[in-house]
């Protein structure tokens, strides 16, 4: 059941990068050679992705995703704005460095793709985590030390939403 779930992904994920659908009509071969990559993908590297595949099939998991998507990129956009001010700023106001983050997702998919949208959000890079599922973070701002502050202001923007979605 996990290979034919990953088949699957696969090949949205190929459909939506590649687009068959130009000029109105479907390009055979772009669809041929994702079923065949989706195939290879499903196979051969099945064991290396996440054991909780059950997240992509719960409708109400695919909510929160849904839901997740423009939270994610709102908080992306502001953070750009925020990285160009401070760098376009005549006396460039930050203060970089590295602050622990406390989560309390558990899986390793939720604690991933916590890890992920922390990077992908501009002005914050995920750069360690400890076995005890805790972040290190270089932040461009630090605002402060404490670790639940910090955990706050960082955090839990995403993990609320990646809660629903993972666990």
Do not use: C
């Amino acid at each position: 059941m996990r290979r034919v779930i990953y088949f699957v992904l696969a090949f949205i994920v190929w459909v939506l990068i590649a687009w068959p659908f130009a000029d109105g009509r479907i390009d055979l071969q772009i669809v041929v050679a994702g079923l065949i990559v989706s195939f290879l993908v499903a196979v051969l590297f099945h064991d290396i992705l996440p054991r909780e595949h059950h997240v992509f099939i719960s409708p109400v998991r695919v909510f929160w995703f849904l839901v997740y998507v423009p939270v994610f990129f709102y908080h992306v956009i502001w953070a750009n704005l925020d990285v160009v001010y401070r760098a376009v700023h005549p006396a460039m106001p930050i203060r970089p460095g590295i602050v622990k983050i406390k989560t309390r997702l558990k899986t390793d998919s939720a604690i991933t793709a916590l890890a992920n949208s922390i990077t992908l959000t501009p002005g914050t890079l995920t750069v360690d985590l400890t076995d005890d599922g805790d972040l290190y973070v270089h932040w461009i701002n630090v605002r402060t030390d404490d670790v639940e502050k910090a955990t706050q202001l960082i955090s839990q923007r995403f993990e609320w939403f990646l809660h629903r979605i993972f666990e």
